[in-house]
């Protein structure tokens, strides 16, 4: 299984147990594991060995952090050369100067291009743009019928002359629709065949120079594995893309796809189909990716932030606070700082394993929170804050402090309540878990 390639990495380097540099003959071992990890998430032989050129690039000569394992560091430097050849950034859709902005579809039958230009329709619809679909695949009159239901139960209107007209007339005719419409974005359908065939490629370069799309997005199923950048090629050499909608990785798929897409055309991958549903589009993240490549979740970015940002020293000393059940309020605003170095609350959760299902509202009410507690600490004499305690104990010192900050006696009486058994809870879960990052109180 692919998620075992941690544990096959960390075998890989206890052979070397000792080294504390990566050289390029240390990790000739591990980088076979990589390699042979890459080629089951279906990327390219010949996208592989670029990528695995570039990590050794990478790896080499770097001094092994203390306090983290040559396997950890190795793991996180591929990582690295996976998101920058993904991208780093998530790329949005270009628009024309003029409205409409036009995006013309490409790809093979059965990807789910017919489905994608709907995705995308509804994507738009949500964003409050006015979008037009039209139907060029006369080849298959089920396609034509196919756009003209999902358009329907999105309720954006499909531009179709029937089975009798050139696609590229049809296409022309529909962005002059788009136009008279007063629609913004024009999203053109067109003809798939199960393999790459030399008048499909024919028609679509034609429609291409016809239109002038702002995008011609490629739509590539991620269960095709490493025959997408045989794909990519051709249609990059022969029509020139712009980007590429991966579908279908709500499958097995491992997304290698999005490596060999990327790689060979240099065109961002700038959507991805999660499902059969309309409403299954994202947009495409190179690191959430980079982590489904290496099948560790997010939480190799949560590693990285929290390297950065916990200063070592600082982390130690507060552990031994929290041991002692010493862990005061200026720790505890401490604490808020680096969560918000860290980015936002929400940035942040949704990296940790089994958070992303966290809702965005749940997020804004922890946000909320922390706002209100941090207020009211704020308000706190230093004794006060060093010895939380006697604010359970004086219910005068409650009062002004509710006073001072703006809330009521009984939220502040809530925060110091919520705070000492915080306390107690991280005093006993402080033999695990990252130094430094103790759970914010459930106010
Ligand atoms: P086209 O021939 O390229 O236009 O492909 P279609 O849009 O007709 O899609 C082919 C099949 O793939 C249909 O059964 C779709 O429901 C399905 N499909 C499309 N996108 C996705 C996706 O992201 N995930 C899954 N599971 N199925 C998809």
Redesign the pocket.
Known sequence: MFEALSEQLEAAWKKLRGQDKLTASNIQEPLKVVRRALIDADVSVQVVREFIQGVETRAVGKEVISGVRPDQQFIKVVYDELVQVMGTEQVPLITAPQSPSIILMA??????????AAKLALYLKKQDKKPLLVATDIYRPA?ID?LQTLGRQIGVPVFALGTDVNPVTIAQQGVAHAQSEGCDWVIV?TA?RLQIDQAMMGELAQIKTTIQPQEVLL?VDAMTGQEAANLTRTFHEQIGITGAIL?????DARGGAALSVRQISGQPIKF?????KVE?LQPFYPERMASRILGMGDVLTLVEKAQETVDLADAERLQEKILRAQFDFSDFVQQLRLLKNMGSLGGFMKLIPGMNQIKPEQIQQAEKQLKRAEAMINSMTTRERQQPDILASHPSRRRRIAKGSGHTEAEVTKLVQDFQQMRTMMQRMSMGGLPGMGDAPNL
């Open positions: 790809g093979l039958q059965g990807t789910g291009k017919t489905t994608a396609a196919q359908d798939g739509v579908t279908k990785l709500d499958g991805i189909g999660t499902g059969e299954a």
